[in-house]
């Protein structure tokens, strides 16, 4: 589980200010000072534990959300609610040059991280190789473990969150489409470093990240969740593979409702 730093003071101003009230009017309805939800706004004082259900109530939030707790999961969770597959079926083009690198002549396992509703998952199962994926969504994973079902392959997903999960185990491919961009910049490297470490000898590490282009116009999707979002530096990526070999970079304008930029990298170590 994911707990950014407390910004409960934050949360409720927002929430307070989108419900249209007063400090004055939170206040009486918790039966307590307006100073009180002052203090609580300006992060000089943190609601009560008693206090935090009827605030979220109040506020028609969750403690979990007071608390800072990440909006990413219910928000994915929501745009995977469908019957219909959000990413669509297609894989990933990357996962192509992923295969022209390390073809499936044996089951080499694969680690697909933040693998979303399953597609490039399966589609790698489908061709051969030895899948495991996670996602922090519950949704998502429901609905990849339908997909794989439904292709007669089998791929170890599992729910987890990048911020808890460590890798305990070696994969010949590691690979990550769109999802870096939630760790912030502080927490990159050693996340990168803990991948190529996990990696087999000439194994695969393929990513695709969101890139800062400040005057690239940004998609519906990309606006949402703004402070959970850290797009990477142009360059960013080299820095922390500097000692492997590589092979392939693409730069992309997403011109879809997760819009955005993204950059394809692929390097073996
Ligand atoms: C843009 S989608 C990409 C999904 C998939 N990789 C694809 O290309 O179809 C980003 C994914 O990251 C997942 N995600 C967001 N935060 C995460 C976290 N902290 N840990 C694991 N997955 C996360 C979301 O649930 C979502 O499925």
Not at 146 to 161: I, P, R, S, T
Request: hydrophobic share 35%; charged share 30%; aromatic share 12%.
């Amino acid at each position: 589980m994911r707990i950014d730093n407390l910004k409960t003071g934050e949360v409720i101003c927002k929430r307070r200010k989108e419900l249209g009230l007063t400090q004055n009017q939170l206040a009486k309805s918790l039966n307590i000072s307006f100073q009180a939800v002052s203090k609580w706004e300006n992060n000089t004082a943190y609601p009560d534990i008693e206090m935090l259900p009827k605030l979220a109530v109040a506020l028609n939030t969750t403690v979990d959300a007071l608390l800072g707790y990440s909006s990413v999961v219910t928000d994915y969770d929501k745009r995977y609610n469908t019957e219909e597959y959000y990413w669509g079926l297609m894989p990933n083009r990357i996962c192509y040059d992923i295969m022209k690198i390390l073809p499936p002549i044996k089951p080499y396992r694969v680690l697909d991280i933040g693998c979303g509703e399953g597609k490039d998952a399966v589609f790698f199962a489908k061709c051969g190789y030895a899948v495991t994926a996670f996602d922090i969504s519950e949704q998502g994973i429901e609905k990849a473990k339908k997909l794989a079902e439904h292709n007669k392959v089998e791929v170890g997903f599992f729910k987890a969150d990048i911020f808890d999960y460590r890798l305990d185990t070696e994969y010949d491919i590691i690979f990550s489409s769109g999802v870096l961009h939630f760790l912030p910049d502080t927490d990159r490297k050693e996340f990168c470093d803990c991948m190529k470490v996990h990696t087999t000898e000439n194994g695969i590490n393929a990513l695709n990240v969101f890139v800062q282009k400040p005057f690239i116009t940004r998609a519906p999707d990309e606006t949402r969740d703004e402070e959970k979002r850290h797009p990477w530096l142009s360059g960013e990526l080299f820095e922390c593979y500097h000692d492997w070999l590589f092979h392939i970079c693409r730069e992309e304008i997403f011109d879809c409702n997760s819009g955005g930029y993204h950059i394809n990298i692929v390097w073996t170590r």
